[in-house]
């Protein structure tokens, strides 16, 4: 942490990163300290798994993990872990030496998935479904070694976005990637501190932090991925249309059963009318004309080659 002095020494364009950093991981930390706290993620004697793939995801979860260990009104331990799958050319040195440094205790799992996979999944077919099925057993394994209580994943609030899209395109579902759960087997509870956390601001976090990040591609060159479809997509709404993203994940955290159509989760065929007035009726679609608006750029959007339009709040 740099010093007034230190700070008070650096020039112009120095001072203006020093800024902008600050603020971007004082949001960041923010972020996943109000995840932690509105799903009560991490409790006191906790024994967290962090899930290290070698990505800026995972690493920007560790880091303010770290950070929120030494701050946080209650004691929990952390302890990283990396499944090195035998990917050809993953470089086996880059974590272990990054987390000695770092003082991380940390585990390096070595499991030959990559062959598995290979072999299963015809040339040509995209490899992450068995791969990520794989690699969750193994991890499951492992934090029934460890003790661990709790497996943090660095998935943030795109990824949750992407897997509802993707899953309403292509699975016929309504589901995403809950911030919190119990793993398949029943035995964990895994959490995603990440939830509430941009990617962008993800990506120059991880960059300013100069993280040795390994490449996700590895196992060859998936192209054809849905997943990507449905990010770039995303990405170019986000330049586009300011503040669809963010009103796309709101709507993840205000869900109304009776507006939609699934007749397990409301009692449609017991509904009468009982001649009272009903707030949450068909007046719910009554807002002709917008009461608000709502610009979601904040000052680092702003600096990017992108004009904002304005985004119509029809609440």
């Known amino acids: 942490m740099s010093t007034p002095q230190t700070i008070a020494s650096l020039g112009p364009t120095a001072k203006k990163q020093k800024y ?13 300290g109000r995840a932690i706290e509105d799903f009560n993620m991490i409790e006191d004697g906790d024994r967290v798994m962090v899930c290290l793939s070698g990505g800026k995801d995972s690493y920007t979860l560790l880091d303010i993990l770290r950070f929120l260990q030494r701050i946080a009104p209650i004691k929990f331990e952390i302890i990283a872990v990396n499944l090195d799958q035998k990917q050809p050319g993953f470089p ?4 272990p030496e990054y987390l000695t440094r770092e003082g991380v205790d940390f585990r ?20 992450c479904s068995l791969c990520s099925r794989l690699r969750r057993g193994i991890l499951y394994r492992v934090a029934n070694e460890l003790g661990a209580t709790k497996i943090a994943l660095g ?34 509870v895994v ?13 120059k976090y991880s960059e300013a932090c100069e993280f040795p ?11 054809n991925l849905q997943r990507k479809v449905i990010k770039d997509m995303l990405k170019q709404w986000d330049r586009n249309h300011p503040g669809r993203i963010e009103s796309m994940f709101s709507a993840l955290q205000n869900v109304v059963p009776s507006h939609l159509a ?24 009554d807002h002709s004309t917008p009461t608000t608006y709502l610009n979601f ?3 680092d959007d702003q600096a990017e080659d992108v004009t904002p339009i304005q985004v119509l709040n029809l609440s």
């Open 20 to 32: 902008a950093l600050n603020k971007l991981q004082k949001r960041l930390r923010r972020d996943v």
């Open 191 to 203: 959490i995603r501190p990440l939830a509430y956390a941009r990617e962008k601001d993800i990506a």
């Open 262 to 285: 699934d007749a397990s989760l409301f009692r449609f065929k017991s509904i009468t009318a009982t001649g009272q007035e009903n707030p949450d009726g068909d007046t719910a679609f």
């Open 92 to 95: 086996e040195h880059i974590l």
């Open 297 to 299: 750029r904040d000052e």
């Open 108 to 127: 390096i799992i070595e499991e030959d998935t990559y062959s598995i996979v290979k072999e299963k999944i015809p040339e040509g077919k995209t490899t």
């Open 155 to 188: 998935h943030h609030r795109d990824d949750m976005l992407e897997t509802l899209l993707l899953n309403m395109f292509y699975g016929g579902t309504m589901k995403s990637m809950p911030p919190k759960l119990v793993s398949d087997n029943g035995q964990h």
């Open 213 to 223: 990040i390994i490449p996700c591609n590895l196992c060859g060159s998936q192209e």
